[in-house]
């Protein structure tokens, strides 16, 4: 049985060569405990998703397109036949270093609600 290995991710139309390693949390609705008395209860609250990736700055490449700060279609695509497309996405955080001691690598960090799953 296949598991998963390869997650290729695809950037508003541009695809994107990542190092083995990407991270793909899928956002939904989460519980919550919470304490009170003698028990415990749960309520719920949404929780946006989460994809990482690293990759490497190549020669001709468009940092500044790379890095567009604006929303976009972010497809997360997994060698095991699933496909999460997520309408929302834009990059969170701090901007991305990148050096020539890491061989140009960036990593990047997308925030989105809830994906759209695609089975092929």
Same mark, same amino acid.
């Given at each position: 049985?296949?598991?998963?290995?390869?997650?290729?991710?695809?950037?508003?139309?541009?695809?994107?060569?990542?190092? *083995? /390693?990407?991270? $793909?949390? $899928?956002?939904?609705?989460?519980?919550t405990?919470?304490?009170?008395?003698?028990?415990?209860?749960?309520? @719920?609250?949404?929780?946006?998703? !989460?994809? +990482?990736? *690293? #990759?490497?700055?190549?020669?001709? @490449?468009?940092?500044? &397109?790379?890095? &567009?700060?604006? !929303?976009?279609?972010?497809q997360?695509?997994? =060698? +095991?036949?699933? *496909?999460?497309?997520? !309408? =929302?996405?834009?990059?969170?955080? &701090?901007?991305?270093?990148? #050096?020539?001691?890491? &061989? /140009?690598?960036?990593?990047?960090?997308?925030?989105?609600?809830?994906?759209? !799953?695609?089975?092929?």
């Amino acid at each position: 049985m296949q598991t998963l290995g390869i997650i290729d991710i695809v950037w508003k139309g541009r695809t994107i060569p990542v190092k *083995t /390693g990407a991270k $793909l949390r $899928l956002g939904g609705i989460k519980n919550t405990a919470t304490a009170y008395g003698r028990g415990v209860g749960r309520f @719920q609250e949404f929780q946006g998703s !989460e994809i +990482t990736a *690293t #990759t490497n700055l190549e020669k001709g @490449q468009s940092l500044v &397109d790379l890095l &567009d700060h604006e !929303e976009g279609e972010l497809q997360v695509v997994c =060698d +095991t036949g699933q *496909t999460y497309v997520f !309408e =929302d996405a834009f990059l969170e955080g &701090d901007r991305p270093e990148t #050096t020539g001691a890491t &061989d /140009g690598q960036i990593e990047l960090k997308w925030a989105a609600g809830e994906a759209q !799953e695609i089975i092929g």
